[in-house]
């Protein structure tokens, strides 16, 4: 599993892989996740950005750009079936910042909330990194390397991360950590105010509003 690099990085992507900064502490915008994934063996933080976007057109569009749009086609369908949202009148456009193409399945958590946040227009947490992988019936699975990249969000100045219930990862300074075993405990984490950290979140039929 790995994020491969599709043409040239800017220079927001060699600032996040050279120096500790600040800069994904900043307050996010409805629809803007960080993940962390790979880069062969090296924890990349990357920006998903989603728009879900209300259509009177009879055909819907679903645009992905650095993330396979069969992956997003799965990550509607999961969203719809577990959660009950509505896709069928929207077009939907998923973006990754700085010409990043991830293909391994670490960031889907963190596209399934970033497409929550934008349709409810709800920012996530500021200083949020999501990890985790989805399965069709909305669990959230153990990736590889959490240790890495939880140890990546640190340094960056990341504050809190919703990681895989049950991943024995370790506590690292600064950095509050939440524990989710389904999609649904994952939405009620991360748009509860202030962000429940510790035993597991309720909530399997949580819908944001």
Known sequence: MK??????????SHSQLECPNEEFAATSSPGTAIVAALEGTRPLLVEIQSLV???DNSMVRRIANGIDVNRLHMILAVLEKRLSHKFGTSDIFVSVA????????AADLGLALSIVSNQNNRPLPDGLV?????GLTGEVRRVGQLERRLQEAARH????ALIPAGARAGRHSGLEVVEVRTLAEAVSA???TPMRSGAFIAGTEVSVS
């Open 3 to 12: 994020a491969e690099i599709s043409g040239a990085v800017n220079s927001r």
């Open 53 to 55: 976007n209300k259509t």
């Open 98 to 105: 700085g010409g990043i193409r991830v293909t391994e399945p």
């Open 130 to 134: 999501v990890i985790g992988e989805l």
């Open 157 to 160: 100045g990341l504050t809190r």
């Open 190 to 192: 991360a748009f509860s």
